[in-house]
């Protein structure tokens, strides 16, 4: 499987096939996915905790670290999909707005190279 062949659907049916051979439906509430994520989301951070942005971003140079990692975020996917499945949202169709959202809400032309807008000089 790679991201050029495989689709969102694919994806979340993988996961549904994995918990419902499991029978995890029965824990698998919105509360107790979205509190598992939390806690994945850190596991994943903690991989980058106290590294400069530089060191962070040369990471993947370390077969250990990128392998934890690797995995750090397919937990994170799994129970964001595994959310998705559960409240029957169309993931694609819910990136897709909200960035048609964030460009709305950060034109490119104003905050290209910055977090926040250009200063126009006014007072």
């Known amino acids: 499987m ?3 062949t495989t689709t969102m659907l694919q994806l979340r049916d993988f996961v549904s096939d994995f918990v419902n051979a499991r029978d995890w439906q029965q824990f698998h509430s919105p509360k107790n996915l979205s509190m598992a994520l939390a806690i994945e989301v850190a596991e994943l951070m903690e ?4 590294l400069t942005t530089d060191a962070s971003r040369n990471v993947g140079e370390d077969p250990q670290v990128i392998s934890a990692v690797r995995e750090e975020l397919a937990d994170v996917m799994c129970y964001a999909l595994a959310i998705a499945n559960e409240l029957n949202i169309d993931v694609s169709a819910a990136m897709h707005d909200k960035m048609r959202k964030n460009e709305l809400k950060y034109p ?3 905050y290209r ?3 926040g807008p250009q200063d126009t000089g006014s007072s």
């Not at 991989?47 to 106290?50: D, G, I």
């Open 2 to 4: 790679s991201d050029s």
């Open 47 to 50: 991989h980058f905790q106290w």
């Open 108 to 110: 490119a032309e104003e």
């Open 113 to 115: 190279g910055r977090y």
